[in-house]
């Protein structure tokens, strides 16, 4: 009797180091992809592969619950073991409050289409926070491990009896096999996730502190074209109020600046009269203003954008489309992204090939000097330093849907 309870508790030690192993690698692969993600700073290299590793973080995600399941099953005997150690009690509810709420944020994220973007706004506010708590703190729970494990007998979780024994001949060998494998661990999430977490941290600070405004970013404008474009009434003071909410940067390039040496927006293919205009003959083009909120696939949006631009319908009507062309392409100054619309989607009256934000020229970082906006649909198809607009017979696959965004890009 006295034998199988014994039993029963090896098997119980060890399936609660399992867990923890297994947890540990979760959290890792987590962390790192989830940080190779939010990071700005690997955004521009990583291009397609940044599809995968979404995928990776989203599945990974998902299954990172069965441990936590698991663990809730043997949670009550755990529990009652840690009863004189109030710090590891309250190391365990950390633990399980950040998996959970991370698991129930991330959730939500995947399936943002579905709630919305107010919840998965939200939840990518509470996924970012939980992060920006968390991982420091995971980070410092393993890294104290590492001297734990030198010192067996701190361990929390033993396989009171027999593991003593058998492992008395190596456990040098064992421990410090292990404290080189974290150690390892360690090293590599430092260098690879280091100058991303560390930019991270300081925008997520930025933003929770309210600084890291477009404020900001007007200032750092890193484009030269004059004559700045004089907003209408209506843009200022901004017609609906000045936006709510913050743009994180995307670029899939380093980030382009613009003089009026080097900018031209041309109009072309399959028109009657195609266009080139330099800045100074692109800002006399008749402006309108529209108020819409803009939504990024990833889960956060900016409302009541004031935007001033050229309808995209009237840009299309001024050249006159041939009755060959079927697709509206747009293309970025960057040289590399692109995106497209139908002919029926290039008429909407609030597509607009815009100019300024909240009464002020759009700062190089936010895709100015022009941007195209699409306010019914997910910002991919916002294209950034639009410099052209080709009409075309055929299709084409702009640089996310390449990459598994669905071409379908209703809000
Ligand atoms: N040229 C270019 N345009 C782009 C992108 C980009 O990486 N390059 N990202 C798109 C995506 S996914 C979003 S959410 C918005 C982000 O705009 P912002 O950087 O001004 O916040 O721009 C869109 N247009
Ligand atoms: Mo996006």
Known sequence: MSDLLGRLRRGYGKKLRALHTWNGWIVVILALTGLVLVGGFWRGFLGEGRVWIKGLHI?????????????????????????????????????????????????????????????????????????????PYIIYHSLTRVKWLKEPNRRTIKSEGSAITTSQNTPQLVYTRRAFIRGTIGVGLALTIGPSFVKWLGSSIGNIGGSETIDKLIENDRNQLLPAPQPLAASSPPLGGGSQGQFRVYTVTPIP??????????????????????????????????????????????????????????????????STAKTVKFYSGDGVYTDTLTLEQADMDDVMVAVMHDGKPIPNDLGGPVRLIVPKMFAYKSVKWLNRIELIEGEHTGYWEQRGYSNDAWV
């Open 59 to 135: 599945v990974v995600g998902i299954a990172s619950i069965l441990p936590v399941i698991y663990y809730l099953l043997l949670a009550s005997k755990h529990w009652k073991q840690l009863k004189e150690k109030p710090w590891q009690r309250f190391n365990v509810l950390v633990v399980l409050f950040l998996l959970l709420g991370w698991f129930v944020s991330g959730v939500l994220l995947w399936q943002f289409r579905m709630v919305g973007p107010q919840v998965s706004n939200l939840a990518l506010a509470v996924h970012d926070v939980l992060t920006w708590i968390g991982l």
């Open 257 to 322: 600046k613009f003089t009026n040496n080097n900018w031209s927006f041309k109009l072309d293919g399959l028109v009657d009269q195609s266009f080139t205009w330099n800045w100074e003959q692109f800002v006399q083009l008749q402006r309108t203003v529209q108020v819409s909120d803009f939504h990024c696939v990833t889960g956060w949006s900016v409302y009541k954008n004031t935007w001033e631009g050229i309808k995209l319908k009237d840009l299309l009507q001024l050249a006159g489309v041939k």
